[in-house]
Structures are given as structure tokens and as C-alpha cells.
């Protein structure tokens, strides 16, 4: 069984930037999606952004141009740059694994963007 650990989660000002990832244990099939959703309060989970095992991306609207999305397959973990930040891009943010055999989440990290 896989588990993802993020890290790298604050407070920050907006406009600046912040880096956060994800450690994979555990195996991992090869053919894969990794990415990021995030969950602000009163909100439904939506997707940030996906990266699949092919190395097709994936970005929410409100995000492209100013998130990037990165994996070290050395170190099993992906990553999220996160620059130009919002108030609007507070929330916690989960690592999401999609294998043949199922999903698997992160517990969360959270980022806050103060205006």
C-alpha cells in the first residue's frame, strides 16, 4: 500500500511564492497520474493540477500560468511551485496517486495566502 506525506505548506503574503511536495512510499505502478487538489473551507475539492505517468499535465484554469508541476522518480515525490499567490488559493492542499489498483490521498497540507 502506498502513502503519500506532503509537506511544505504556510503562510505566505500574496504575490509571493511556495513549494510544496509529496514523498511516495511505497510502490508504485508504472503506468500512474500524480497531482494535487486542494479543499478551501466551505468548498468542494477541486483538482490543481495532474501530471501523468506519460508526462501529459493537467492544470486548473484559475492556476495555469503561474503553478508548475514536477516529479523526482529518484525519490519517488512530486512537487507543486506555486508562485503569484492569491488570497483565493488558500486551502489545503492533498497529493492524489492514481493507480490501476485504486486512489490514494495525502493528509493535507495547508496554504495560506494573506492579503
Known amino acids: 500500500q502506498v502513502q503519500l506525506v506532503e509537506s511544505g505548506g504556510g503562510l505566505v503574503q500574496a504575490g509571493e511564492s511556495l513549494r510544496i511536495s509529496c514523498a511516495m512510499y511505497?510502490?508504485?505502478?508504472?503506468?500512474?497520474?500524480m497531482g494535487w487538489y486542494r479543499q478551501a473551507p466551505g468548498k468542494q475539492r477541486e483538482l490543481v493540477a495532474t501530471?501523468?505517468?506519460?508526462?501529459?499535465?493537467n492544470f486548473a484554469d484559475s492556476v495555469k500560468g503561474r503553478f508548475t508541476i514536477s516529479k523526482d522518480n529518484a525519490k519517488k515525490s512530486i512537487h507543486l511551485q506555486m508562485n503569484s499567490l492569491k488570497p483565493e488559493d488558500t486551502a489545503a492542499y492533498y497529493c492524489?496517486?492514481?493507480?490501476?489498483?485504486?486512489?490514494?490521498w495525502g493528509q493535507g497540507t495547508q496554504v495560506t495566502v494573506s492579503s
Open positions: 492524489y496517486l492514481w493507480e490501476p489498483r485504486g486512489d490514494t
Open positions: 511505497g510502490t508504485i505502478f508504472s503506468y500512474n497520474v
Open positions: 501530471l501523468t505517468s506519460g508526462g501529459n499535465e
